[in-house]
């Protein structure tokens, strides 16, 4: 009978513990706090000032940006602060469709993604917006942040993967749709901000050219280095640059060996 009783006792435990521990979970009524969807900041290497601190812009702490990668839009947000977040979804609509499609679900430690939709086209105004869910179901809308994405530039000289004196390297490029500067970049190895060069845009029906600074790249101890042109057009409805990224190109540096032994020759 004891035992009996025992187990009636130990039933009666388990219950009561399940039944507090759902009520705690639906006790949660309390939202994820508001995040915030990082706009676009400016472009490489502009600087900022946020808190009185001057802040150089880098392709990786700036917002909303195009990519070099492919027509594509790279998303940014703040660190998600609560410690009970399960998801987090990202959508976007456009200025001819205000449905919102979902673009991903990620875990609420990732802090970007890229958008890299086929659907994504040029010139067409794209807005984003973040809904995160906590692991008791509720959930919080972020702001909303937009761009828009121009004709990526063609790169015309140097070839790709072209083997050069770096005292004596002329990028020429081709425009590709409405533009209204252009900004050349000068990448290092591992596609870190080294030079760029503000080109304001002409009619000319001739590549845009412009010369590597002789002696730049004179303590530079890398093989190679990227380039790349970024386009921007000024957008009145945003009230602000949009543009585009060109693709990489790498080009290989002559090193004093391969100097020496063209003298020899």
Known sequence: MRYFIAVLC??????????????????DKTPPLKHKMIKHLGDIPDTIHVNNQVIYLTDENNGIDAVSDGNWIML????????????????RFDEFDPIPVLVNSVSPVVDSLVDSSPDI???KRYSYYMEVFDRAGNKTLSDTVSYKLISKQILDEPLPEATLDPNNITFKWLRSGEVDKFRLLVLDENEKYLWHFDYDVSFEDI???????????????????????????????????????????????????????????
Request: charged share 25%; hydrophobic share 40%.
């Open 207 to 265: 590549p845009y050219e412009v010369n590597l600074p002789i002696g730049l790249l004179q303590n530079y101890s890398g093989d190679f280095i990227w380039w790349r042109v970024d386009a921007f057009k000024w957008d009145f409805d945003l009230n602000m640059f949009v543009g585009s990224e060109s693709y990489l190109h790498k080009i290989f540096l002559t090193s004093k060996k391969t100097k020496e032994y063209l003298k020899i020759w």
């Open 76 to 91: 940014r947000w703040g660190h998600l602060l609560d410690s009970d977040l399960e998801i987090a979804k990202i959508y």
């Open 10 to 27: 130990l039933i009666s435990l388990f219950i009561m513990l399940s039944c507090s521990g759902e009520e705690s979970i639906t006790k």
């Open 121 to 123: 086209s040029t010139y």
